[in-house]
């Protein structure tokens, strides 16, 4: 067997240390992009921005109660206009849109009572 020059030992030894090295980065890669680290760090991030974001509101409404209680009384509006509409109706009209409407008849047609009809049985 034919020993090695100084070089090619250098070199060997500079590759097995790349080498080393390389799957120390590898073994810790993998370690952050396991998905529940992935998970845990997303989730820490927002809890984290969330806490802020309340933060920052509840500092705005102590400097202006009026305009957040304003901008509240906006949302919950919008959120409840269907209910309010109906309600804006019947004080108007004394009506809601939500009530039967009666069939039309033809004006010498007596009204419609007891519309549901009697089941026949067959036999």
Do not use: C, I, Y
């Not at 680290?37 to 409404?61: I, M, P, Q, S, Y």
Request: aromatic content about 2%.
């Amino acid at each position: 067997m034919k020993a090695d020059s100084p070089q090619v030992q250098e070199a060997r030894e500079q590759a097995g240390q790349a080498r080393h090295k390389m799957m120390q980065t590898l073994h810790e890669l993998t370690g952050r992009l396991a998905p529940g680290t992935l998970a845990r760090d997303a989730w820490e991030g927002a809890k984290t921005k969330g806490a802020d974001l309340a933060e920052d509101a509840v500092d705005a409404v102590r400097k202006r109660p009026v305009a957040a209680t304003g901008a509240l009384a906006a949302v919950a509006m919008f959120l409840a206009r269907e209910p309010l509409m109906d309600l804006a109706g019947k004080l108007w009209n004394g009506k809601s849109k939500h009530k039967a409407k009666q069939p039309k008849r033809k004006p010498n047609q007596e009204p419609v009572r007891g519309s549901r009809r009697k089941m026949e049985t067959v036999e």
